[in-house]
C-alpha cells in the first residue's frame, strides 16, 4: 500500500472530523468552557543575581478538553474512522493502530477548534506529519533545558543553527510556577536557572535527545570552570504518537552549584568556535561504555568536584584524582601511589615518584599553552599535599591552610587553579584523540625529542584560545 492510499483515507477521516465540528458550532453545541484559576505572577525579577519573588493572581482560562473529547467519541463510530484504521493497520499491523490513530484524531479535532480560520491548513500539516509517524520517519523536535552553573552577558547566543543559549526570562519563570502549582516537585522550582538551552533536531526522539542535552552541557561544562548542571528540560514536537513530549525530566537532585562562569560578549565567537571544535571529542564522554577511557574517568572526577556537596580539601583530593587518571599511567596506579607515597613520608621527603610525574606532565601541557610551568607545577604540589594528607584519613592542618591562603588567597582559589588545569588538559588529551599511553608517551617525549615536542606545541597552539583562566564567576 502506497503512502499517498494512506493519506487519502486519512484525509476523508479529517474531512468527517471538520464536518462534524462545523455541525456542533452551528447548532451550539459546542463552545470553549471558561474557568479560574490562580498563576503566579513574577515581580522584582533581577538576572544578576538570580532572584525574583511572585505573587498569586487570577486569571481566566479557555479550555476545549470536554469538546475534543465529546467530537473524538463521535468519530470512531463512524465508517469513515473504520475506512482509515483498516489502511493504517494495512501499514504498520493491528497493534497500536486504533490507539495511534485515537490520537490522529484528537489532534485534528484539537487545532481545527483552536485555530478554525485555517482548517485546511491543520488537515494538510496533521495528515503529513501522521503519515511520517506511522513510517518511523525523523520529525522535528525542540529541547528545551533549564540549566544553572553559567551566566549570560548577551541575552542570546546562536552557537550554531540548532543550539541557542539565552539569559533566563520572568517568562519562563512564570510559566514554570504554572506547572508547579499542585505538584509535589514544587522544591525543584525554587533553583532559578542561570541560563536556557534550546536544541533542535530532526529526529524520531527518545535517547538521541537525551544524549544531545547531554554533550552540550558536557561543552559548556568544559568552556570554562563552572558548576553546569541540568535542572529540568522538557521536549516538544510535532509528533502525533509521542506522548513523551512535553514531559518533564529532572535533573540530579544531589548535584549543587559551587560556582558559576560568565559569558561575555566577547566570549560569544570563542563558545562558537569551542564548541564546532569539540563536537566529536566530547561524545566519548556522554556515551556509556563498559571500560571507560581514561579521558571518561578523568572527566567524572573533574564534574564530581564542581557538582558535589563536599570540603574544599575533598573536591581538591577529587580534581588531583581527576590530573593522575590522565597523567599516571598503569604502572603507577593507585596502590603503586600509596606505597610510594607512604615510603616518602617515612623518608621525610615533600613528594615521592607519582607526584614529580603529575606535575612534570601537567606543567609540560600546560607549558605548551604558554603558561608558566614553575607556577604549575607549584600549584599541582600544593593540591597534591591537600590530596595526600585527605587520602591518608586527616585534615589538613592549619600551618598548611594558613601557607595555602598566604599563596592563594583561599583554598577556594588553590581549587578553582587545580579545577582549570584538569579542564585545559582535559581538552588537550580530547583532542588528541589517542590511547592514554600514547598521550603520557608524547608529553614525556616532548622533553627530548623536537618532533613529539613540536606536536605537543601545535596541540597547545590550537587549545590555547580556550585556556583562559581569568574570567569571572560567581557564587
Request: glycine share 6%; proline share 3%; aromatic share 6%.
Amino acid at each position: 500500500m502506497t503512502s499517498q492510499i494512506l493519506s487519502e483515507a486519512l484525509r476523508d477521516l479529517a474531512l468527517c472530523v471538520k464536518a462534524a465540528i462545523e455541525q456542533g458550532e452551528s447548532g451550539g453545541e459546542i463552545a470553549p468552557e471558561k474557568r479560574s484559576s490562580l498563576r503566579n505572577t513574577v515581580e522584582n525579577f533581577d538576572y544578576e543575581t538570580l532572584s525574583h519573588s511572585s505573587r498569586p493572581k487570577s486569571i481566566v482560562e479557555v479550555s476545549w478538553s470536554s469538546s475534543v473529547q465529546r467530537i473524538v467519541g463521535s468519530i470512531i463510530g463512524t465508517r469513515k474512522y473504520a475506512s482509515a484504521l483498516e489502511h493504517v493497520e494495512n501499514a504498520i499491523g493491528k497493534q497500536d493502530s486504533s490507539r495511534h490513530l485515537d490520537f490522529f484524531v484528537e489532534r485534528l479535532v484539537k487545532e481545527m477548534l483552536e485555530n478554525p480560520d485555517s482548517r485546511t491548513h491543520r488537515i494538510d500539516e496533521t495528515v503529513t506529519t501522521f503519515v511520517k509517524d506511522l513510517h518511523g520517519e525523523p520529525l522535528p523536535y525542540l529541547a528545551e533545558s533549564k540549566l544553572d552553573g553559567l551566566m549570560l552577558r548577551p541575552d542570546h547566543i546562536q552557537i550554531d543553527p540548532q543550539t541557542h543559549l539565552r539569559r533566563t526570562t520572568p517568562d519562563d519563570m512564570e510559566k514554570e510556577a504554572a506547572m508547579f502549582i499542585g505538584i509535589a516537585l514544587a522544591r525543584t522550582a525554587e533553583v532559578m536557572p542561570s541560563a536556557i538551552l534550546e536544541i533542535e533536531l530532526v529526529t524520531r526522539g527518545g535517547n538521541e535527545i537525551h544524549e544531545e542535552i547531554g554533550r552540550a552541557i558536557t561543552t559548556l561544562r568544559l568552556f570554562r570552570t563552572g558548576s553546569v548542571r541540568l535542572l529540568r528540560s522538557s521536549y516538544y514536537s510535532a509528533s502525533v504518537i509521542d506522548k513523551t513530549a512535553g514531559a518533564m525530566i529532572l535533573g540530579n537532585r544531589f548535584e549543587t552549584t559551587l560556582w558559576r562562569y560568565w559569558i561575555s560578549e566577547r566570549d560569544v565567537e570563542l563558545l562558537k568556535d569551542f564548541w564546532q571544535t569539540m563536537t566529536g571529542a566530547v561524545r566519548i564522554l556522554v556515551t556509556p561504555t563498559r571500560d571507560p577511557l581514561f579521558t571518561a574517568v578523568a572527566y567524572n572526577h573533574y564534574s564530581t568536584a564542581l557538582l558535589r556537596s563536599a570540603s574544599l580539601q575533598s573536591l581538591i583530593a577529587e580534581a588531583v584524582e581527576g590530573l593522575e587518571a590522565l597523567f599516571t599511567s598503569d604502572g603507577e596506579g593507585r596502590f603503586i601511589f600509596l606505597v610510594r607515597d607512604v615510603i616518602a613520608r617515612i623518608r621525610g621527603e615533600e613528594t615521592g615518584h607519582v607526584v614529580h610525574n603529575l606535575r612534570q606532565r601537567t606543567g609540560r601541557v600546560l607549558e605548551s599553552l604558554g603558561m608558566e610551568p614553575a607556577y604549575v607545577k607549584k600549584v599541582v604540589n600544593d593540591a597534591y599535599a591537600v590530596r595526600s594528607s585527605k587520602t591518608h584519613g586527616g585534615i589538613l592542618d592549619q600551618k598548611e591552610e594558613r601557607r595555602i591562603i598566604r599563596r592563594y588567597g583561599s583554598c577556594e582559589q588553590l581549587l578553582r587553579l587545580i579545577l582549570d588545569y584538569l579542564r585545559i588538559c582535559l581538552v588537550v588529551a580530547l583532542l588528541h584523540g589517542k590511547t592514554k599511553e600514547e598521550f603520557i608517551d608524547l608529553v614525556d617525549r616532548s622533553w627530548v625529542d623536537a618532533t613529539n615536542r613540536e606536536a605537543l606545541n601545535q596541540m597547545g597552539s590550537r587549545v590555547k584560545p580556550y585556556a583562559q583562566t581569568d574570567y569571572d564567576i560567581m557564587r
